[in-house]
């Protein structure tokens, strides 16, 4: 039995590299940099999972008459940094990035028929990925257009924001703290929203250290305290704004000010003024389309599947 399973992966492994070529580090990092491509895929973040979970990342490429036309990170027969392969090497357990969407550096006038497993792939690029399933009842959270495609309309976010500052709250950009002060912040925050601690939260100092590069957003403070904080990655690229929202904190008893809310407003539209100012493409994830809160805020876009019919 364990020999014909040995011989079914190795089966299907050759099935997936079929079209393929093995490609370095450097040509990998070529092609997302001139194609774009989400966080979760990308160069550094790859090393980061490689130098602190031990995880090694293989890398594809897709040749068309010669060229590279698009490249995939594989951990084996997965899609690196897919919620999929996250799980099946366990670091959903260590730590938490959420349902990371997976937009993969390919020539947007080319195809490539990508046979790594793999369940978030973003449908922004199914022309471009060959074989995969697209099913309407699988979808992810994608920020709408802010402030103006938000259906409560921005003159009531304006009043919540004009109320907070008058009471002397201050917007702080995230970048202006270090690692372990925002883990310090997220964990106590996250604490008295979820009655719980968040995910691997003995390692985050070391995560939001590593990664501070692309964190993004505000911290809300009042009488010098933190309010509303939110974990967003983010990923630019000569093309793309990409940014994953995972999960975020704040003061329950502040209600009357709506702390998160607000923050995902100020998040929200610096992100989409800064799309439009540079004329780069937004994709900003709020992971599943799971909740009624994330459909105030995102259009419910489907996500694709692949690789899963291969052994």
Request: glycine share 8%.
């Amino acid at each position: 039995m364990a020999s014909e399973t040995l011989l079914l992966t190795r089966f299907g492994s050759g099935l997936r590299s079929l079209n393929t070529r093995q490609i370095s580090a450097e040509e990998y990092a070529h092609c997302y940099r001139e194609w774009g491509g989400s966080f979760i895929v990308h160069p550094e973040v790859l090393n980061y999972f490689e130098a602190t979970h031990n995880v090694k990342v293989r890398y594809r490429g897709y040749f068309k008459n010669g060229q590279c036309v698009g490249a995939v990170p594989v951990w084996g027969a997965f899609v690196a940094g897919d919620h999929s392969a996250l799980h099946a090497h366990q670091l959903d357990r260590k730590e938490d990035f959420g349902y990371p969407v997976i937009h993969l550096p390919i020539d947007p006038q080319s195809k490539c028929h990508v046979l790594y497993k793999a369940k978030y792939l973003l449908s922004l690029q199914q022309p471009q990925i060959a074989g995969a399933l697209f099913m309407k009842r699988k979808q992810m959270a994608i920020l709408k257009q802010l402030p103006d495609e938000l259906e409560a309309g921005k003159k009531e976010y304006q009043i919540k924001e004009r109320r907070f500052k008058r009471q002397g709250g201050i917007a702080r950009d995230i970048q202006a703290f270090s690692g372990e002060e925002i883990a310090a912040i997220y964990v106590d925050l996250f604490q008295q929203r979820w009655d719980r601690p968040p995910q691997g939260a003995a390692m985050l100092g070391h995560t939001f250290s590593a990664l501070k590069k692309f964190l993004f957003g505000k911290i809300l403070w009042l009488d010098d305290h933190p309010i509303a904080i939110q974990i967003n990655y983010r990923a630019d690229t000569r093309r793309t704004i990409c940014i994953d929202y995972v999960n975020g904190g704040v003061v329950k008893t502040l209600k009357n000010l709506s702390p998160g809310s607000l923050l995902s407003y100020i998040n929200g539209c610096n992100a989409c003024e800064e799309s439009r100012q540079t004329g780069k493409q937004l994709i900003y994830s709020y992971g599943k389309a799971n909740t009624e809160y994330k459909d105030q805020w995102c259009h419910r876009v489907t996500r694709g599947l692949t690789g899963y019919w291969l052994p």
